[in-house]
């Protein structure tokens, strides 16, 4: 099971290393970390996705809610909260299939961001599913290089509390 | 309202906030970027006790602690003198004992360049302190050691470290001390919920098989008192953990002994019969419960901790109350009504009767057994604070030990840290100067903080060790005997060192036994001495502890061990 959990900062030096050194030494798997400032500068959000049954996710919240540092931690179960990874894909291309790529790009409402003679680079956001599909897609061209940010999430309706 | 304020340097600053924070005695040892803190500590008002190793001074620091409530202090410098702090900060961390360590650091200009003696200690004591900070202006100071001292002494309590870069110390700053903190992330619950003590309260009454389990959080919280009432109302027989001890009478008639692998078969076989165990301050460590599955399993669980991330971590709870032992256990007190206990206790006092603690005492011969020596110095001194080592000794000083307060056994639980002892003992018998204090060594575990014998002479802290000198690293060997057929690689020691000469050489007191009417003049003239003394006690080389949960055994699979004359 997989778990997305919004865990709000404060914006000091060392709380990254914290977090991750708490996650290694009792040996919970992160799957994403993503971590920003937020409106409040004294404040960083990051949101973490971690693999476990209810029971580590239980421990994981306690944990992290031991940690000095961490204001609050907050479950965002995929029904109430927005979720969005952004990858940026180079692709092969060449005169040939530019198009079809550019076809392809249009469908996921993804953006060409680069164009070179032989390569282009794809912009997409999206959930995790969606950009594992245009991933899909592009791969026959040969994919050279992408990189994805990692999975940031929002509860949807008011401040979660 | 306006600041109180007044100029003075970070080195000045550190001493105001600790007479703020009430610190009157620190455990250090000085170093290059510590020169301006020494020299305000020259003529502060605070004792400082200088130790001969880092190690020394943090648990010193601990010992401290453990015998007052208060939080410890200790200081060392920069590099080799913050990393030989290590393994006292880990144990502080395992135990959660309230301590604030301070080290010295490279300048701030030359962090992260492998400066001399500079070593990432922030970066190391992550996973072992509760929290920690590196200074990074001298103005944040009087803020952080506030901090320092409070979260070290909150919720559950654990060490806290302040790394101090050397210009911090000298930098100028104007001073005030906050009297509040403000920590949005830090806000440890006290009060347990109503809801969940009436439910628990309601159980307790219904129980027929009731055991109580009580873990050191009881020694924190001061609850020894509420324990006492909860259990002799509500009709429950008491088994205290290793840190726990003391935090109930080993006297009272409801007292079970230790759990666990080096337990009281009675302790064992009541937990493994209960109907519902009652949990206080205990984190259910893998030395009580034995095998997981088999622990407990008819029995209900309430949980009362301090620490939510405790609950349900080990063992699953039906009634976790989280919050202050004490109160909850006051409010338990009044909600509770008698368990229906009668024939469990019958139960419990037949097994008791027929499953004493014991040992077989030697037949003909007149060798010391080393758990006599512990029953001479429970009738000679029963007051004493008893401080041990770590290893066979240690078990029998708190299976054979008549413990009747809080306070007085201080042990190393968690970490199991060999060499803690003797320098717990000296911060023990600085906090209580009108206590006899005894370190019950390990002939092993002394020699590895032996050199404090310089510190207890030259400050003259009259502390008692007694050395029950086997030639062993005993525990390893009665575990190679019993599960490594007698093959014993590298744990004889025999004849390291003559503890007498030794402790002679320091100028303390050195007394020799070697045979068991030698014992109790031993203890006597050690405590009439009022000196530093050690006693070497040539104790039975190969006798074992006993009884014995053997490794992921159920804790009712306990076995005798004792050795036949
Ligand atoms: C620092 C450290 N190193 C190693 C151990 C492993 N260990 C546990 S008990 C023990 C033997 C202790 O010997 P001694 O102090 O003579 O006590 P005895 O068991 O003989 O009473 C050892 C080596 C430890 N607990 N701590
Ligand atoms: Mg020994």
Redesign the interface.
């Known amino acids: 099971m997989r778990h997305t959990l919004a865990v709000l900062?404060?914006n000091k030096?060392?709380v990254l290393?914290?977090v991750a050194?708490?996650f290694s030494?009792r040996g919970y798997n992160i799957d994403s970390l993503t971590v920003g400032v937020t409106d409040d500068p004294t404040m960083s959000r990051m949101t973490i996705v971690v693999r476990g049954d209810d029971?580590v996710l239980?421990?994981v919240t306690?944990?992290l809610?031991?940690?000095?540092?961490?204001?609050?931690v907050t479950d965002l179960k995929s029904e109430d909260s927005v979720e969005r990874e952004l990858a940026l894909i180079k692709v092969n291309s060449d005169v040939t299939n530019r198009s079809e790529i550019m076809q392809i790009a249009d469908i996921f409402r993804a953006r060409i961001i680069d164009v070179a003679s032989k390569s282009m680079v794809i912009e997409v956001t999206g959930d995790e599913g969606k950009i594992n599909a245009i991933e899909q897609l592009l791969r026959p061209f040969g994919i050279k290089e992408m990189v994805r940010t990692g999975k940031v999430a929002l509860k949807r309706g008011q401040k979660s509390s | 309202m306006t600041k109180a304020t007044e100029k003075m340097t970070g080195a000045r600053a550190f001493i105001e906030c600790l007479y703020r924070e009430g610190v009157d005695t620190i455990f250090g040892y000085p170093g290059g970027v510590l020169l301006p803190i020494y020299d305000e500590l020259y003529d502060a008002d605070i004792r400082h006790i200088l130790v001969r190793h880092e190690q020394a001074a943090v648990h010193g620091a601990e010992g401290y602690a453990r015998a007052t409530g208060k939080t410890g202090v200790c200081i060392a410098t920069s590099g080799p003198g913050a990393t030989n702090l290590v393994t006292g900060i880990a144990n502080a961390y395992m135990d959660s004992i309230p301590m604030v360590v301070f080290t010295g650091q490279v300048p701030s200009s030359l962090l992260g360049n492998d400066a001399f003696q500079e070593a990432n200690i922030t970066g190391i004591t992550m996973p072992i302190t509760k929290h920690n900070y590196l200074v990074q202006d001298a103005n944040e100071l009087p803020r952080i050691i506030k901090e320092a001292f409070h979260i070290a002494s909150t919720g559950r309590p654990g060490p806290v470290l302040i790394d101090l870069p050397k210009d911090v110390t000298v930098q100028e700053i104007d001073f005030y001390y906050p009297d509040k903190v403000n920590l949005r992330g830090y806000n440890p619950t006290y009060h347990g919920n109503m809801q969940q003590i009436k439910k628990a309260a309601a159980l307790i009454g219904k129980a027929k098989n009731p055991v109580i389990y009580a873990g050191g959080g009881v020694i924190s919280s001061d609850a020894s008192k509420e324990l006492i009432e909860l259990a002799e109302k509500v009709k429950a027989p008491v088994t205290t953990t290793l840190t726990g001890m003391g935090g109930f009478p080993v006297e009272h008639e409801l007292f079970l002994g230790m759990p666990g692998m080096h337990g009281t078969k009675y302790a064992n076989y009541a937990i493994q019969e209960s109907d519902l165990l009652i949990a206080v301050g205990a984190r259910f460590d893998d030395r009580v419960t034995g095998k997981l599955k088999a622990f407990a399993s008819d029995a209900e669980i309430i949980h009362i901790d301090i620490d939510p991330a405790e609950i349900s971590k080990n063992v699953k709870v039906d009634i976790p109350i989280v919050g202050d032992a004490k109160w909850i256990l006051q409010k338990l007190l009044k909600y509770a009504d008698p368990s229906q206990s009668e024939k469990w206790l019958d139960r419990i006092a037949h097994w008791k009767k027929t499953n004493p603690l014991h040992y077989v005492p030697p037949g003909t011969g007149d060798g010391i057994k080393p758990q006599y020596i512990i029953e001479q110095i429970s009738e000679a001194c029963k007051d004493a604070i008893i401080v041990t080592e770590v290893g066979q000794h240690q078990m029998w000083a708190a299976q054979y030990f008549k413990f009747s307060e809080p306070r007085t056994f201080i042990t190393s639980g968690g970490l199991g840290t060999m060499g803690y002892g003797f320098p717990a003992s000296i911060g023990a018998k600085i906090a209580r100067p009108d206590r006899v204090v005894f370190d019950i060594a390990g002939d092993g575990s002394f020699q590895m903080n032996s050199q404090e014998l310089a510190t207890v002479v030259k400050e003259d802290v009259p502390v008692i060790v007694a050395i029950f000198n086997n030639g062993y690293l005993g525990m390893v060997r009665q575990w190679q005997e019993l599960f490594h057929n007698r093959r014993y690689s590298a744990t004889c020691i025999q004849d390291s060192v003559d503890f007498v000469k030794l402790a002679e050489a320091y100028g303390a007191l050195g007394i020799r036994a070697t045979k068991r009417d030698e014992v109790r003049p031993a203890i006597e003239q050690a405590i009439a001495s009022g000196r530093p003394t050690v006693i070497d006690f040539v104790v039975e080389c190969e006798e074992n502890v006993s009884p014995m949960v053997p490794a992921g055994a159920a804790i009712n699979e306990i076995l005798d061990l004792e050795r036949k004359e």
């Open positions: 900062v404060e030096y060392g290393t914290r050194g708490m030494r029971e239980e421990q306690k944990q809610n031991k940690l000095i540092d961490v204001i609050r």
